[in-house]
């Protein structure tokens, strides 16, 4: 298995650092920005609330580093107008990735249609070089069968990625449901990706989805491209490792 410092040096290049704490501001916006442009290299992404996306572009011109927001956040709602909508003001105000929670109340209910429906409604709005992520809340979803599924819908629909949670719910990401999502990119044959999202806040947490997507994937399958990591909390441990001031390996995948 990998040492930490390693998973770490990969893990960061793959990190959406994330900040949509109900108490952000424009100055932890800054602090976000600031903080992932790193001594070790610069994360993949920040996410941010839709209000955020000017002032982040801004801040992050000329790193490289690409503008997330959400849309249906975080209750996905069954309403693919609106989340349309969303989408594409986010895009027009310099978003370059959109994260659309699905309409999973609807799902669960037994309206699979529904998720169809929405991404393909946002989809239509991503433009060139933009990039979907559909997030499923697979905590909520629970079902492996049901999980697989919808993945599918929503690869089908159009997402570039399926991410495991909003990190908003009880359960988050857990390695049976991303291993579930990867078997299903494996055998979609499209070229798509994952985003583990929610609960993950230390580099031997990261290490053990890079693991699965090695072992599903292939070593060479994973980049910045085809695999996330959605996180707030991570880029400290990550750092830590980094730096030789690694904590004890008490990984945990949840919440």
């Known amino acids: 298995m ?7 040096a990969r893990a960061l290049l793959l990190l959406d650092l994330t900040n949509l704490n109900d108490t952000c501001d424009d100055a ?44 249906n956040f975080p209750r996905g709602g069954n309403d693919p107008d609106a ?24 799902l669960l209910a037994g309206d699979a249609a529904a998720v169809t429906n929405l991404v393909e409604a946002v989809r239509e709005k991503v433009p060139r070089g933009g990039r979907l992520k559909a997030t499923l809340e697979t905590g909520e979803i629970k079902d492996g069968a049901l999980i697989a599924d919808t993945s599918r819908l929503a690869l089908e629909a159009g997402a570039h990625f399926v991410k495991t ?20 990119i ?19 947490d990261a290490g053990i989805f890079l693991g699965l997507a090695d072992q599903v994937m292939g070593p060479a399958w994973v ?33």
């Open 83 to 106: 989340a349309a909508r969303e989408a594409a003001a986010a895009f027009a105000d310099g978003a370059q990735e959109v994260d659309v929670v699905i309409p999973y109340p609807s």
């Open 2 to 8: 990998p040492d930490l410092a390693a998973t770490a």
């Open 223 to 255: 980049s910045a491209s085809t695999f996330r990591f959605g996180a707030g909390g991570l880029l400290d441990d990550l750092l830590a490792s980094l730096n030789g001031k690694t904590r004890p390996p008490l990984a945990s995948s949840g919440n």
């Open 186 to 204: 494996n055998s979609s044959r499209k070229k798509a990706g994952l985003v583990a999202s929610g609960g993950i806040r230390l580099a031997a």
């Open 28 to 71: 932890a916006i800054h602090s976000l920005c600031a903080r992932a442009v790193t001594p070790h290299g610069n994360v993949a992404a920040v996410c941010v609330w839709p209000q955020f996306v000017p002032v982040a572009r801004k801040l992050l011109k000329g790193t490289g580093i690409k503008v997330a927001t959400v849309a």
């Open 165 to 184: 949670s909003s990190g908003k719910t009880l359960v988050s990401a857990t390695p049976e449901a991303a291993l579930i999502m990867l078997e299903v």
